[in-house]
């Protein structure tokens, strides 16, 4: 058994747990429900079991380190925190249905990283060989994947008041009428994103701490810290909207879609797009 | 004109404590900071000004695009929001302060009209007894109560975690923590440069900003420089051994400093940050025998140097390469090209030794036969040199961040009051945050009451 087997199982059962949860939400069985939770819960233990394998076979081939050093092992994780966090909303809320626009976002990275990625393990370059890899790359990734499961449920808010409105009054039936009321969707947003911003934070205290013992620097405006910092701001000013009446509801989950747009491109834009420190992704 | 006069400094006030300010300033940074990703910062390269017309270079030239964080309007940015920060805080603190340290002893029943948790209980007892028997109550399942006496009812009072109110502002002071420890970094110490050749020493670096040197007060010397490498050819480790000497005395004696490993001494510390070659420092081996047989000689020559044999010729490197089969791909490891000019001058001739295969000169059929033993080469090392005593004031702002973040996001201040009249409880109960969570807490309270 290889640690890309493991991944395959994985993002196969993710691609099974989409499909039901999409089936749950025309047919509104709950059992059908039931099986896209479990079979993203049982993607997320082989995913697990994938990640600490990838690390062991690190190790075999004599250049070990954490798996949270390239471009193909950050989306791999990334996917993982997604699912993780997930994983504790459905716990925790009971808000299945989330599943459906959640668990799409782990799928795309899964099978990105599966079909159109060098999954070739690489050893470290001096810059990475550092414990504050994994404080920043973890705290990092788990903020980004709150800010997901907020986008996702934005989403669910936007598509749901649109149908609120257009219906007036009425009960809108079909598809929508599974999705929690917007005022749960409004709060679940808001509890995402309160999960994220302390992650968020501290990603990018560990990363200032870590340029800080590395080069002297603990910020230099580099694109990749400027646009932690955007994000951040953004987040910041969806925090202070919220005590504002004007700015619950579709405003807010706009800005948590703008937010969730801006981390993407703070983890893969900058990479393909501009130059610096995090040069990884653009295979530079 | 007074009146004028303080309606404006009142207008003034109440904008610099809005929140609409402060959505609006975070917007705006979050918006003008992505100018800097995209615009190169710095002196503009001569390829990028080719891109973008001359009219665009002014614009960009007069609003400080090329150091945009550095700009007027950007620090001027900063400021307003760091003033909105402090308003806002002065404005609304007083008013939390209050609700922490003057809690509403007294359940009267207009304040429990306001309260969205209430809950009535008939009970047999006078008040006095009911009264002990909920402050035992309270006690066990939820915090130590507050008992105040009035018109013969009993009124008792519990808080959990009142102080968590305040984490919004902690995590506003913290911002203002870093700020100051950024300031502190920028006016008392700096970031410079220093590059050292092996085996030698300095003890002046220079500032990054203006290029100017700056005495260390000790010495630094690099001992040896090594760079190891991945069978893949990727770098692995570079590493410096160096010794630093305070007044004579040797303080670190070849302490290796390699990257994420800094050397630290009086608040200075080193980086490993890059290297070259010093270039016509290295020192190259050999050995030599003659065809016809009789010791081998080793000899050392420095590049640019020319040195006789024994047959009277004499030899020189032109150049080495460390890995030569990225000119001659059927040959691997460390070659040299050598120059031998016959004894008396005659056409010289020029070819390539290689480490790894010994005898391979020996096939060109001269009378000596050369084989490369490798090279010492001399290294510069460079160095980052940093000294900022602001970063343990940000370091200490950082962490009241999270703290802070964590009191404003992950705790409530719970209050619970029960007012005991004869016969009769009555229990009221809010938080400041997380209303769903904090009903199930309370309605397990009613629960325990209940059985009791």
């Known amino acids: 058994m290889t640690s890309s087997m493991l991944f395959n199982i994985a993002t196969f059962s993710y691609l099974i747990s989409m499909l039901a949860f999409f089936t749950f939400l025309a047919v509104k069985g709950k059992s059908v429900g039931l099986v896209g939770s479990l079979a993203?819960?049982?993607?997320?233990?082989?995913h697990s079991?994938?990640?600490?394998?990838?690390?062991?076979?690190?190790?075999?081939?004599?250049?070990?380190?954490?798996?949270?050093?390239?471009?193909?092992?950050?989306?791999?994780?990334?996917?993982?925190?997604?699912?993780?966090?997930?994983?504790?909303?459905?716990?925790?809320?009971?808000?299945?249905?989330?599943?459906?626009?959640?668990?799409?976002?782990?799928?795309?990275?899964m099978a990105w990283a599966q079909?159109?990625?060098?999954?070739?393990?690489?050893?470290?370059?001096?810059?990475?060989?550092?414990?504050?890899?994994?404080?920043?790359?973890?705290?990092?990734?788990?903020?980004?994947?709150?800010f997901a499961v907020a986008c996702g449920i934005s989403i669910m808010y936007l598509i749901k008041a649109g149908k609120d409105e257009s219906a007036g009054s009425?009960?809108?039936?079909?598809?929508?009428?599974?999705?929690?009321?917007?005022?749960?969707?409004?709060?679940?947003?808001?509890?995402?994103?309160?999960?994220?911003?302390?992650?968020?934070?501290?990603?990018?205290?560990?990363?200032?701490?870590?340029?800080?013992?590395?080069?002297?620097?603990?910020?230099?405006?580099?694109?990749?810290?400027?646009?932690?910092?955007?994000?951040?701001?953004?987040?910041?000013?969806?925090?202070?909207?919220?005590?504002?009446?004007?700015?619950?509801g579709k405003k807010a989950a706009i800005l948590s879609i703008v937010g969730f747009a801006a981390t993407i491109f703070c983890y893969l834009g900058v990479?393909?797009?501009?130059?610096?420190?995090h040069s990884y992704g653009g295979g530079g | 004109m007074t009146t004028s006069n303080r309606g404006f400094l009142e207008t003034l006030w109440d904008f610099f404590c809005s929140l609409k300010l402060a959505i609006s300033l975070l917007i705006l940074?979050?918006?003008?900071?992505?100018?800097?990703?995209?615009?190169?910062?710095?002196?503009?390269?001569?390829?990028?000004?080719?891109?973008?017309?001359?009219?665009?270079?002014?614009?960009?030239?007069?609003?400080?695009?090329?150091?945009?964080?550095?700009?007027?309007?950007?620090?001027?940015?900063?400021?307003?929001?760091?003033?909105?920060?402090?308003?806002?805080?002065?404005?609304?603190?007083?008013?939390?302060?209050?609700?922490?340290s003057e809690p509403t002893l007294v359940m009267d029943d207009k304040f429990e009209k306001t309260l969205s948790l209430t809950h009535d209980f008939k009970m047999n007892g006078d008040a006095a007894s009911l009264r002990d028997k909920m402050v035992a109550f309270l006690k066990g399942e939820f915090a130590a109560p507050v008992v105040t006496e009035r018109d013969g009812e009993f009124h008792l009072f519990a808080q959990k975690t009142p102080y968590s109110r305040l984490g919004v502002y902690v995590v506003h002071l913290s911002i203002i923590v870093i700020f100051i420890g950024a300031l502190i970094g920028s006016f008392f110490g700096y970031k410079a440069y220093v590059e050292i050749a092996e085996g030698t020493s300095t003890s002046v670096v220079h500032n990054r900003a203006d290029m100017k040197p700056i005495d260390?007060?000790?010495?630094?010397?690099?001992?040896?420089?090594?760079?190891?490498?991945?069978?893949?050819?990727?770098?692995?480790?570079?590493?410096?051994?160096?010794?630093?000497?305070?007044?004579?005395?040797?303080?670190?004696?070849?302490?290796?400093?390699?990257?994420n490993d800094p050397l630290t001494y009086k608040g200075i510390t080193f980086y490993q940050a890059s290297y070259r070659?010093?270039?016509?420092?290295?020192?190259?081996?050999?050995?030599?025998?003659?065809?016809?047989?009789?010791?081998?000689?080793?000899?050392?020559?420095?590049?640019?140097?020319?040195?006789?044999?024994?047959?009277?010729?004499?030899?020189?490197?032109?150049?080495?390469?460390?890995?030569?089969?990225?000119f001659i791909p059927q040959f691997q490891g460390p070659a040299a090209r050598i120059e031998v000019t016959p004894k008396g001058g005659g056409a010289p001739q020029v070819f390539i030794v290689f480490q790894n295969y010994p005898e391979f000169d020996a096939q060109r059929g001269g009378d000596l036969i050369f084989s490369y033993d490798g090279s010492e080469e001399k290294m510069f090392t460079g160095l980052q040199v940093a000294k900022d005593p602001g970063v343990w004031v940000v370091w200490a702002g950082c962490f009241l961040m999270v703290a802070g973040c964590c009191m404003a996001f992950f705790m409530s201040h719970r209050r619970i009051w029960i007012r005991v009249r004869k016969g009769e409880v009555t229990l009221g109960g809010s938080a400041n945050k997380n209303q769903p969570g904090f009903q199930l807490a309370f309605d397990a309270l009613v629960d325990k009451l209940k059985q009791q």
């Open chain 1, 40 to 46: 993203a819960y049982f993607g997320f233990i082989v």
């Open chain 1, 49 to 109: 079991a994938a990640i600490l394998l990838r690390w062991k076979e690190s190790y075999d081939i004599g250049m070990g380190h954490a798996p949270l050093s390239n471009l193909y092992e950050s989306v791999v994780f990334f996917a993982w925190t997604i699912i993780l966090i997930f994983g504790i909303i459905d716990l925790k809320y009971k808000y299945r249905v989330v599943g459906a626009f959640v668990v799409p976002f782990a799928l795309l990275g």
């Open chain 1, 115 to 146: 079909l159109g990625m060098d999954s070739g393990i690489q050893p470290l370059v001096p810059a990475l060989q550092s414990n504050w890899l994994l404080y920043h790359v973890i705290t990092c990734f788990l903020g980004y994947a709150a």
């Open chain 1, 170 to 248: 009425a009960q809108s039936g079909g598809i929508i009428a599974m999705f929690p009321s917007i005022k749960i969707l409004d709060d679940l947003n808001y509890k995402a994103i309160i999960i994220g911003f302390p992650l968020l934070t501290l990603g990018i205290i560990t990363g200032a701490a870590w340029a800080n013992y590395a080069w002297g620097t603990y910020w230099s405006w580099d694109p990749k810290e400027t646009w932690s910092l955007i994000v951040w701001f953004i987040y910041a000013a969806f925090l202070h909207a919220r005590f504002t009446r004007g700015w619950v």
């Open chain 1, 271 to 277: 990479n393909l797009f501009l130059s610096g420190l």
């Open chain 2, 29 to 100: 940074l979050a918006a003008t900071s992505i100018i800097g990703t995209i615009i190169p910062q710095g002196p503009p390269p001569p390829e990028y000004l080719q891109t973008i017309s001359e009219g665009k270079h002014k614009f960009y030239q007069a609003l400080g695009f090329f150091d945009m964080y550095h700009s007027w309007w950007f620090i001027l940015l900063l400021y307003l929001f760091t003033v909105n920060i402090v308003a806002c805080s002065i404005k609304r603190l007083p008013r939390v302060w209050k609700a922490i």
């Open chain 2, 216 to 259: 260390l007060g000790f010495t630094v010397r690099c001992d040896k420089f090594t760079v190891s490498y991945y069978d893949t050819g990727a770098p692995k480790e570079f590493k410096s051994l160096l010794t630093v000497i305070d007044g004579g005395k040797v303080v670190f004696d070849k302490r290796p400093v390699i990257v």
């Open chain 2, 277 to 326: 070659p010093a270039e016509g420092a290295g020192l190259y081996f050999f050995t030599v025998r003659e065809r016809k047989g009789g010791a081998p000689a080793k000899i050392s020559i420095q590049q640019g140097e020319r040195k006789v044999l024994s047959d009277g010729s004499t030899m020189q490197v032109l150049e080495v390469a460390q890995e030569v089969s990225k």
